[in-house]
C-alpha cells in the first residue's frame, strides 16, 4: 500500500525543488526522515492509569504502539522521581509516517477551531519542525464522547535530511502543511 502524500512528494515536489534550488540529483533533495508524536502527561504521576490512556489514544492516531517514556532524573519540586513514567511517543518512517501527515494536514488540522495556520518560525537550528497540538480530540480516529476522557496535548516534530530551514519549510509547504499567511511587507 502506497501512501497518496509520498507519490506526491516523488512526483511533484522532488522535480519543484530541483528546479527551486538548482539541485541536480533526485537523491539530494531534502526529505522527511521521521515523524516523532510525543505526549507528555504530568498526571501520569499521581494516576498511571491516565498515561496508558494517553499510550492507547496516540496508537490509534498514529497506527503504531506507544513507547513509555520515563523521567531521566529526579525533581522534588514536581513530586517527580527517577525512571517514573511521564509521557509517550511514537516514531513515525517510510508509508507509515505519509499517512499520518497526509491525515494531519487534510483531516486533522481542519478541523480546529479558529484554525489561521501553523507557524512558519517553529523550525530548529537544524532544520527540523516542530508543531504543538493543545487536543488529541482533532484527530477522527479519536471519540472523546465515549469515557471519561482526558484532553491532552502532544508535539508532533517532523525530521529532515539533507535540508536547511527554507528548504524544509518549501517541502511542508508543497506537501500541504497550512502555514500562517505571511505578513505584509508596507
Do not use: W
Request: glycine fraction near 6%.
Amino acid at each position: 500500500m502506497s501512501a497518496r502524500l509520498l507519490e506526491k512528494y516523488r512526483k511533484e515536489v522532488i522535480p519543484q525543488m530541483q528546479d527551486k534550488y538548482k539541485i541536480k540529483n533526485p537523491m539530494a533533495v531534502p526529505h522527511l526522515d521521521k515523524v516523532v508524536v510525543n505526549m507528555g502527561v504530568g498526571e501520569a504521576i499521581s494516576d498511571v492509569k491516565i498515561l496508558d490512556r494517553a499510550a492507547q489514544d496516540l496508537a490509534t492516531i498514529t497506527g503504531q504502539k506507544a513507547l513509555i517514556r520515563r523521567a531521566k532524573k529526579a525533581i522534588s519540586n514536581f513530586k517527580l522521581r527517577e525512571n517514573l513514567p511521564v509521557g509517550c511517543k511514537v516514531t513515525l518512517r517510510r508509508g507509515r509516517m505519509y499517512e499520518f501527515v497526509d491525515r494531519l494536514v487534510n483531516i486533522s488540522l481542519p478541523r480546529i477551531r479558529d484554525f489561521n495556520g501553523t507557524s512558519r518560525k517553529a523550525f530548529d537550528r537544524e532544520g527540523n519542525y516542530t508543531l504543538g497540538i493543545t487536543d488529541q480530540g482533532i484527530f477522527p480516529e479519536i471519540d472523546i464522547s465515549v469515557r471519561d476522557h482526558r484532553i491532552q496535548g502532544m508535539d508532533i516534530t517532523f525530521v529532515f535530511k539533507n535540508g536547511n530551514k527554507e528548504q524544509n519549510f518549501e517541502i511542508l509547504r508543497l506537501l500541504g502543511m497550512p502555514f500562517t499567511k505571511e505578513p505584509s511587507k508596507s
